[in-house]
């Protein structure tokens, strides 16, 4: 690996880390799940929540699973990976950048302008959250393909090939698909990508054998669950019609499908008529986004079919996930090609233009950070991110065709006498991102104080009492991550019925709860929020139903918000929440 690749994937990483563990942290879900994996937590063995925890497979489960078992806090392995969230984030997109401009300060500061900007979080259905989010998997599979695309693009073939073997560990169904995406890139220009990629295969071969032995682990560790219900797939299309928003039909006129449609006559032009000017591994990349974006637009009309038509394997594989890929990706590919002519005015013009633009963004997370002075006199223009993306693609292609066309007539003389400003430009520009780099790091703050954002068994009254208690926890409809902060296991979790998909098996005991707990039929279309449905229900329950419940589930208290009102003796409140005793 050469320095600049080296150096970008070092201060990428380290600035992300340190944004996602000290700014940006948040409780993560994958820590709920390794809780059960370390046997923190205890589950009968039919309950659904607790099936779904040892069915979900993935690497980082294992890896929190032995920090909690060495007595890792929570909260601190919840900060952990958040800070992993935006390392991978920030090196994905500065590795695109570096792919094309072989300029790793360009790269760690686009990379870092991209981050800002929110330019690269344009989702499809499933939403890209960069920072501040809970959702461990989505974030981090996105992140390590797109990286994964970026290191290969940039002739880092060991790390790229190793990764790229290790996907289906971190993210199984993103590891499908970007197995998918680089076969497909293999086969459409085989005798040039067998010799780019040969030396990337004994590292993916190793990267399988992580996969592997996850797997092995996984299968050997997980605690055994109730058998499967043979009949539970049939409730596969029910669900996806009625409960899971990422797997409905997108429109064509979502900002993600125009990003992605724009992203392949943008990859092909580059491919055809430009390649002389970039990298040669690059070609890879360009190819990877032409293929991404065609995938995704296929399953954009694919999507439109009734559920029941999409055969199952797919439907678990959320194709319209493949949306994110380029969407997250495509600043960073502008950026790119845009640095890629950093040897002319134009270009670098360009490189400044748009690191300029992009900042300042409605959307931009700069303006927080900006000195007051400097947002006092500045003004957001009146334009949004995917205007000015498809925009600078437009430009730079422009440029880029025009130069070709012109090449053959330029002088050497000429290109001396432009070789001062264009050196003035790259300067101003390299002194702009280091600025905003510096300014952000040292300014961005969580508005959250850590106790609150952070409460959990340790210093919060209910979840303390809660956690003192023993039998099944019943949480309204709405309260997140009460296992995670109490250690205690819960009915359900009634936040996320779109993970029954990775656990069909647990559907008919789901449903049979939802119906008699919650009053929510999972077969039927709600006719108002499950939320307000939920606590319209609980609160008109008699006392003996409630006994009657906590017979039947082994459920010993209500955790509630605190405004809800249910005909069971309080045990403790806070300002918020509420825990309930069932006698």
């Given at each position: 690996m050469n320095d600049g690749a080296l150096w970008t994937l070092t201060v990428s990483g380290a600035v992300g880390f340190w944004l996602g563990a000290a700014v940006f942290a948040e409780w993560q879900v994958a820590v709920e799940t390794a809780q059960v994996i370390a046997g923190l937590v205890k589950y009968p063995p039919d309950n659904p929540f607790y099936i779904y925890h040892v069915r979900l497979w993935t690497v980082m489960h294992e890896l929190i699973a032995v920090l909690l078992r060495f007595g890792v806090w929570e909260v601190t392995a919840s900060k952990l990976v958040s800070g992993l969230l935006i390392m991978f984030s920030l090196q994905a997109l500065s590795m695109v950048v570096y792919a094309f401009s072989r300029n790793a300060l360009f790269a760690i500061g686009g990379a870092f302008v991209a981050f800002l900007s929110r330019a690269a979080e344009i989702g499809g259905r499933y939403p890209i959250s960069l920072a501040g989010t809970q959702h461990t998997?989505?974030?981090?599979?996105?992140?390590?393909?797109?990286?994964?695309?970026?290191?290969?693009?940039?002739?880092?073939?060991?790390?790229?090939?190793?990764?790229?073997?290790?996907?289906?560990?971190?993210?199984?169904?993103?590891?499908?698909?970007?197995?998918?995406?680089?076969?497909?890139?293999?086969?459409?220009?085989?005798?040039?990508?067998?010799?780019?990629?040969?030396?990337?295969?004994?590292?993916?071969?190793?990267?399988?054998?992580?996969?592997?032995?996850?797997?092995?682990?996984?299968?050997?560790?997980?605690?055994?669950?109730?058998?499967a219900d043979p009949a539970a797939a049939d409730y596969l299309p029910t669900l996806?019609?009625?409960?899971?928003?990422?797997?409905?039909?997108?429109?064509?006129?979502?900002?993600?499908?125009?990003?992605?449609?724009?992203?392949?006559?943008?990859?092909?032009?580059?491919?055809?008529?430009?390649?002389?000017?970039?990298?040669?591994?690059?070609?890879?990349?360009?190819?990877?986004?032409?293929?991404?974006?065609?995938?995704?637009?296929?399953?954009?009309?694919?999507?439109?079919?009734?559920?029941?038509?999409?055969?199952?394997?797919?439907?678990?594989?959320?194709?319209?996930?493949?949306?994110?890929?380029?969407?997250?990706?495509?600043a960073a590919v502008v950026l790119g090609l845009t640095g890629a002519y950093q040897r002319t005015m134009p270009g670098q013009l360009g490189m400044l233009a748009l690191a300029l633009t992009l900042l300042l963004l409605p959307e931009s997370q700069f303006w927080s950070a900006m000195p007051d002075a400097v947002r006092r006199v500045l003004e957001a223009p009146p334009v949004d991110r995917l205007t000015v993306m498809l925009a600078a693609a437009v430009a730079v292609t422009l440029h880029a065709l025009i130069d070709r066309r012109l090449q053959p007539r330029q002088t050497p003389g000429r290109a001396v006498e432009a070789r001062h400003p264009i050196r003035a430009i790259a300067a101003i520009r390299n002194v702009l991102l280091v600025s905003v780099i510096v300014l952000s790091v040292a300014s961005l703050r969580d508005p959250w104080p850590r106790?609150?954002?952070?409460?959990?068994?340790?210093?919060?009254?209910?979840?303390?009492?809660?956690?003192?208690?023993?039998?099944?926890?019943?949480?309204?409809?709405?309260?997140?991550l009460a296992q995670l902060k109490t250690r205690r296991p819960v009915l359900i979790d009634t936040s996320g019925f779109d993970g029954l998909v990775y656990s069909l098996e647990a559907a008919p005991r789901m449903i049979h709860i939802l119906h008699d707990v919650y009053e929510i039929d999972l077969l039927t279309a709600p006719t108002e929020p499950p939320v307000e449905s939920n606590r319209r229900a609980w609160e008109r329950y008699s006392r003996e139903r409630w006994q009657e419940i906590g017979r039947t589930y082994g459920v010993t208290q209500v955790l509630t918000f605190r405004d809800w009102h249910l005909r069971l003796p309080v045990a403790v409140e806070t300002a918020d929440l509420r825990l309930y005793q069932i006698p």
């Open positions: 998997y989505g974030a981090l599979g996105l992140s390590a393909i797109v990286l994964t695309a970026g290191l290969l693009g940039s002739g880092r073939y060991r790390l790229g090939g190793l990764l790229l073997g290790a996907m289906p560990a971190i993210h199984p169904a993103l590891g499908v698909w970007a197995f998918a995406i680089v076969a497909l890139c293999l086969a459409s220009g085989f005798s040039q990508m067998r010799v780019l990629l040969r030396p990337a295969l004994p590292w993916f071969i190793a990267g399988c054998v992580v996969t592997a032995s996850s797997l092995i682990v996984h299968l050997a560790i997980a605690p055994a669950a109730a058998p996806v019609r009625l409960w899971d928003g990422h797997r409905q039909a997108v429109p064509l006129t979502h900002p993600a499908v125009y990003l992605n449609l724009a992203a392949v006559p943008l990859a092909l032009t580059w491919l055809v008529f430009l390649t002389a000017k970039l990298p040669p591994a690059s070609v890879f990349l360009l190819r990877f986004v032409a293929v991404s974006g065609g995938l995704a637009i296929a399953f954009v009309f694919l999507t439109w079919a009734p559920p029941e038509w999409i055969p199952d394997v797919v439907q678990i594989l959320m194709p319209l996930r493949l949306l994110n890929i380029v969407s997250m990706m495509f106790a609150l954002k952070f409460r959990d068994r340790t210093h919060d009254p209910v979840f303390s009492a809660a956690a003192a208690a023993d039998g099944l926890l019943l949480t309204a409809n709405g309260v997140r």
